[in-house]
């Protein structure tokens, strides 16, 4: 399976996710947005459409694509966001890494990778991805009940329903 990390160089490289992923084979890193592999499904928080179990098949078949950019510095990255035909945007998760402990939606790289893996049911790779951090198994367990209830839903609509439903609790 195909993962790849746009890395736009903006990150503390000692405390980037992607780059201890990739040092251990999990990742292949690009630095052009240009690499990224056509008809992937491409991570992007501001994409219009929510991560689903139904793009495991795209997934599957075309691979997945994370973009590295700092949080700070997301306006410079923009124009990467600006195709969308395959993007996808993660619903409602916390992240668990010691950088963003506790806020929401602000995940790393690994996390988002780790989290689009458990919603369209490859969770043994999502384990696999999380297990390279000291603190990465308890990102999954912090988010189980969303994540399981992402993983059940059969489309976009679905997952957007079920996290607007807990965001009103």
Avoid at 122 to 135: E, H, P, R, T
Wanted: proline content about 5%.
């Amino acid at each position: 399976m195909r993962i790849i990390v746009y890395h736009a160089e903006e990150c503390d490289r000692k405390k980037c996710t992607s780059l201890k992923l990739a040092r251990m084979g999990k990742v292949r890193i690009v630095s052009s947005p240009k690499r990224i592999p056509w008809g992937s499904i491409v991570l992007n928080p501001f994409a219009e459409k929510a991560l689903s179990p139904a793009d495991k098949e795209r997934i599957l078949k075309r691979g997945v694509a994370a973009l590295d950019c700092s949080w700070k510095e997301v306006k410079k990255s923009s124009p990467i966001f600006a195709v969308k035909r395959y993007h996808r945007a993660l619903p409602y998760l916390v992240a668990a890494n010691p950088t963003n402990y506790g806020k929401p939606f602000i995940l790393s790289t690994a996390e988002a990778l780790a989290a689009t893996f458990y919603i369209i049911g490859l969770k043994d790779i999502a384990v696999n991805i999380m297990s390279s951090f000291k603190w990465g198994l308890h990102f999954l367990d912090l988010n189980r009940e969303l994540l399981e209830a992402y993983s059940k839903a059969k489309n976009s609509r679905e997952v957007v329903k079920i996290q607007e439903e807990f965001m009103r609790r």
